[in-house]
């Protein structure tokens, strides 16, 4: 089962999470394996995108964010785009778009990066937004300072928090076609719970890079391969990472309040985005081919509009008189 565990170092500036989506993961890629127009992800593909889920995942409980989170890399290689979305209660999706062939063994430049041009982005949208409000998104490229491509989604990330949190993080990333799995740990705020689109302190500040506490429980993460990440159970990692630590563990996200595979895709959704589209296109659609077909990108479900749908969107709903009670008709 896919699972959360969060922690905390007793007396000490540093917090951290470990995520293992199991089921959730292998949901994503089955339902993409199914569909007769994709097929399954390149194998790199797979190992970025599962790397991602995990970090967004992270992410999102580490935020306590009452919206949505979107982590999403867009860029001019083969693989157009990877997108993530996880909601405040952690049920999440996720999906890539590829054109052309992805070579196994790809890096993150090779994959999205090419030219430098690659790009990564994380959008919080709360979910009660006020009237013209608009969601907070940060965007950072896929290279360091210096202009030298990054070619590990988690170090992205990790530039990412330092520059919108002003706290230094460390991230292990790993997934294959089972797990999907991550470790953050990351230095505390001096003030409050510390949030991606809210101000740093000139404390937090002050603090980048010099924390020995932090320094010392990063390196000791540092030290988890892959393959450790991936088949071990989280006690077990936790234990071998931090047994003279510290640690306080809180009871760990299982069951129902787990991260989930959840899609928010429905027919209603669709017929507004056909709506969108306008009459004349879609009768332009409809006199070409006998149906509107719509499949989800999230999770491959196919919908259907014959011509009888169609004209039904486009209709104006009939808006019946108000019933007048016998009594009142005298």
């Known amino acids: 089962m896919s699972e959360m565990h ?52 992270l992410m999102q409980a580490l935020l306590k964010f009452d919206g949505d989170l979107v982590l999403q890399i867009f860029g001019n290689g083969p693989l157009k785009l990877a997108v993530v979305e996880v909601k405040a209660d952690l049920s999440l999706r996720s999906t890539a778009k590829t054109i052309g062939a992805v070579q196994e063994g790809a890096t993150l430049t090779q994959m999205v990066n090419v030219n430098n041009q690659g790009k990564c982005a994380i959008t919080l949208d709360p979910k009660s937004r006020f009237p013209g409000q608009q969601p907070y998104q940060g965007v950072v490229p896929l290279f360091d300072d210096l202009g030298n491509p990054i070619d590990q989604i988690s170090e992205v990330l990790e530039h990412y928090m330092l520059q919108s949190e002003q706290l230094d993080t460390k991230l292990i990333l790993a997934a294959n076609d089972k797990v999907a799995a991550g470790l953050l740990v990351q230095r505390m705020p001096v003030q409050g719970e510390g949030n991606l689109s809210a101000k740093s302190t000139q404390a937090d500040e002050d603090q980048i890079g010099v924390n020995e506490d932090f320094k010392r429980i990063a390196m000791l993460a540092a030290t988890l391969t892959s393959e450790e990440l991936l088949s071990l159970e989280p006690d ?12 306080m563990r809180y009871e760990p996200l299982k069951g129902s309040n787990a991260p989930r595979f959840v899609c928010s895709c429905s027919k209603e959704r669709v017929s507004q985005m056909i709506l969108g589209l306008g009459q004349e296109e879609a009768q332009s659609i409809l006199s070409e081919m006998p149906n509107i077909e719509v499949g ?14 169609a004209a039904q969107i486009f209709t104006p709903p009939v808006v019946k008189p108000p019933v007048v009670p016998p009594e009142h008709l005298h």
Not at 35 to 48: D, F
Not at 299 to 306: K, S
């Open 236 to 247: 077990a990692i936790l234990h071998r990472l931090f047994w003279d630590e510290p640690l």
């Open 6 to 57: 969060q922690f905390l170092f007793d007396g000490l500036p540093v917090r951290g999470q470990l995520v293992r989506l199991t089921e959730s993961w292998q949901e994503i890629l089955h339902r993409r394996a199914e569909n007769a127009e994709t097929g399954a992800y390149p194998l790199s593909v797979q190992v970025l995108l599962g790397e991602m889920t995990a970090a967004a995942t």
């Open 296 to 309: 989800c990108e999230f999770c491959g479900r196919q919908y259907v509009f014959d011509a009888i749908d």
